[in-house]
């Protein structure tokens, strides 16, 4: 089944302690994503990734770093939550960047920082 | 004003009945717009995707694009429960490098 799988759904952590979020996809997808969704304030994309080794900032990337060493996982990396990173985020796959190709989300990991 | 405007709601209709959803925008260069859906505790997934202005057809759902007025709609046609989700739309300038404009949502509940 074509799916983007994140890991964990849902963690609790207190501020400064380094955590990491996992996302994998198996549908061979150059392009990558993450976002964070809060009330009131929509999809925030954080960070992006065109393929293995490229990435770059969205338009909410700080506190937060990506890398993609592989083309199937694209990790988020909080090196020092703080309790604004207390949100709802997700990862998304294309096949490229491009509108036309639609973006294929994952079912979300609810982060909260203490 | 922001790039992106959407009515949050809740929006509350009983089964059967005409939802209409709608987003303005400010952004005269925006020509790719889309709809996702997302229910509780799931991802967006793609809903329907336009280009430019005009209307697009899919089965009760069709989506409307008004360019000169910058505004877009979703018209839901027969709703039923199963429609009870929360509607974003997603806007872009162009079809390559840059990024999708969403709106914050519209929640909406079909009531049997």
């Known amino acids: 089944e074509a799916q983007v799988t994140q890991n964990p759904r849902y963690l609790i952590t207190v501020t400064g302690k380094k955590l990491t979020v996992t996302c994998s996809q198996n549908m061979n997808h150059e392009y990558m994503s993450w976002y964070r969704q809060d009330p009131g304030l929509g999809l925030r994309q954080i960070y992006y990734s065109m393929n293995v080794e490229v990435t770059d900032k969205g338009d909410v990337p700080e506190g937060y770093k990506v890398s993609r060493k592989e083309k199937r996982n694209f990790p988020l990396i909080l090196e020092s939550p703080s309790p604004n990173q207390t949100s709802l985020y997700f990862c998304?796959?294309?096949?490229?960047?491009?509108?036309?190709?639609?973006?294929?989300f994952g079912p979300g990991t609810r982060l909260t920082v203490t | 004003q922001k790039e992106v405007e959407q009515d949050p709601g809740p929006l509350s209709v009983p089964e059967g009945a005409i939802v209409s959803l709608n987003c303005t925008y400010s952004n005269s260069a925006f020509q790719y717009f889309m709809w996702y859906r997302q229910y509780s505790r799931k991802g967006p997934e793609l809903l329907m995707y336009?280009?430019?202005?005009g209307n697009k057809e899919d089965g009760r759902f069709t989506a409307q694009v008004d360019k000169s007025s910058k505004y877009i709609s979703l018209f839901i046609r027969d709703s039923q429960p199963s429609d009870s989700a929360t509607y974003l739309c997603?806007?872009?300038?162009?079809?390559?490098?840059?990024?999708?404009?969403f709106g914050k949502g519209t929640r909406l509940s079909v009531i049997a």
């Open positions: 336009t280009y430019s202005s």
């Open positions: 997603a806007m872009s300038s162009s079809s390559g490098n840059t990024p999708l404009v």
């Open positions: 998304a796959s294309s096949l490229r960047r491009a509108v036309a190709y639609e973006q294929y």
